[in-house]
T-cell receptor, first 114, second 111 residues
Framework: KQEVTQIPAALSVPEGENLVLNCSFTDSAIYNLQWFRQDPGKGLTSLLLIQSSQREQTSGRLNASLDKSSGRSTLYIAASQPGDSATYLCAVPPLGDSNYQLIWGAGTKLIIKP | EAQVTQNPRYLITVTGKKLTVTCSQNMNHEYMSWYRQDPGLGLRQIYYSMNVEVTDKGDVPEGYKVSRKEKRNFPLILESPSPNQTSLYFC??????????FGSGTQLSVL
């Protein structure tokens, strides 16, 4: 059964630093991997989606990579800003699941200190 | 503007009083889903729908009902709410294999 893990659960860094968030999954048979951002009490916003055939996706200061063989994805945030403070979640739909159900990580709570 | 609209944003009710949380999307998405989010438990799927008239249970369906009579709408029904259904609820939609779009959430309190 697919399991998704995000470590660390929380991270606090000074403004301006580059940082990496990690997402691990146990079964490499996935359709894709998605990274989301959630602000407190609000809905989730999809940041990046990497298809299983892709190695990375970029959007502005965000870069997500995917290594299926090792069961890992990283979300790189360049030049962090206080506005990046949020919880970041990753999710994968297992390949072979025709109902396309997402398996979610528990998230990393990121705090960027001014 | 492409969006998933949930209503109401906040809801306080009493045990046993039937309620409906509405969800509508304007992106012609086939897939729609309901989640609840509780501290320490993360996101848990309640029900999902692959298309009109096609719905199925998620991980925590007990005490909930859904319907998908139109492609754009996917209401969540609590026939007899109980305090353990106090939670933050999210509706989401997508095309298959594409980005998942979430509504802003409904904070439900059952007294």
């Amino acid at each position: 059964k697919q399991e998704v893990t995000q470590i660390p659960a929380a991270l606090s860094v000074p403004e301006g630093e580059n940082l990496v968030l990690n997402c691990s999954f146990t079964d490499s048979a996935i359709y894709n991997l998605q990274w989301f951002r959630q602000d407190p009490g609000k809905g989730l916003t999809s940041l990046l989606l990497i298809q299983s055939s892709q190695r990375e996706q970029t959007s502005g200061r965000l870069n997500a990579s995917l290594d299926k063989s090792s069961g890992r994805s990283t979300l790189y945030i360049a030049a962090s800003q206080p506005g990046d403070s949020a919880t970041y979640l990753c999710a994968v739909p297992p390949l072979g699941d025709s109902n396309y159900q997402l398996i979610w990580g528990a998230g990393t709570k990121l705090i960027i200190k001014p | 503007e492409a969006q998933v609209t949930q209503n109401p944003r906040y809801l306080i009710t009493v045990t046993g009083k039937k309620l409906t949380v509405t969800c509508s999307q304007n992106m012609n998405h086939e897939y729609m889903s309901w989640y609840r989010q509780d501290p320490g438990l993360g996101l848990r799927q309640i029900y999902y729908s692959m298309n009109v008239e096609v719905t199925d249970k998620g991980d925590v369906p007990e005490g909930y009902k859904v319907s998908r009579k139109e492609k754009r709408n996917f209401p969540l029904i609590l026939e007899s709410p109980s305090p353990n259904q106090t939670s933050l609820y999210f509706c989401a939609s997508s095309l298959f294999g594409e980005k998942l779009f979430f509504g802003s959430g409904t904070q439900l309190s059952v007294l």
